[in-house]
């Protein structure tokens, strides 16, 4: 299994405390600012068990367009559409990718492409919505 994390995952969660494959974007790490979380966050890449990766051009574009069709394009920050779109390019490689985060507008985006995801701490949405096209 491979899971996507954002920062709040990486802070708040055991995800990648276990054997599965966790990766996540260089964005999501740049949002980690304080020293304690640092420290966890280099740790957790030095036992190689956070990985960092770009996202694909293609799965970035298909997670913009997918975002404006549903209308979350712009509450959805460049690091979200890079995490959507790692999340779309690890499900290409592997059926079991899951997106971790506690957004409630990237969980949206994820049902309407066909990721599973789960939520930190806050819980998850119960159905996708499309709000005004923008």
Do not use: P
């Amino acid at each position: 299994m491979i899971r996507v994390l954002d920062a709040s995952a990486i802070i708040n969660s055991n995800a990648y405390k276990d054997d599965c494959e966790c990766v996540t974007v260089q964005e999501a790490i740049d949002e980690i600012k304080d020293f304690k979380s640092r420290l966890m966050v280099d740790m957790a890449m030095n036992l190689k068990r956070l990985r960092v990766f770009m996202a694909s051009k293609e799965s970035l574009k298909l997670a913009e367009d997918k975002a404006r069709e549903v209308g979350s394009g712009k509450q959805l920050s460049n690091t979200d559409k890079a995490l959507m779109a790692l999340a779309l390019d690890q499900k290409k490689r592997d059926a079991e990718t899951i997106l971790i985060t506690d957004d409630f507008t990237l969980q949206n985006l994820a049902a309407h492409l066909g990721v599973k995801f789960e939520g930190v701490t806050r819980g998850e949405i119960r159905q996708k919505r499309t709000f005004k096209k923008q």
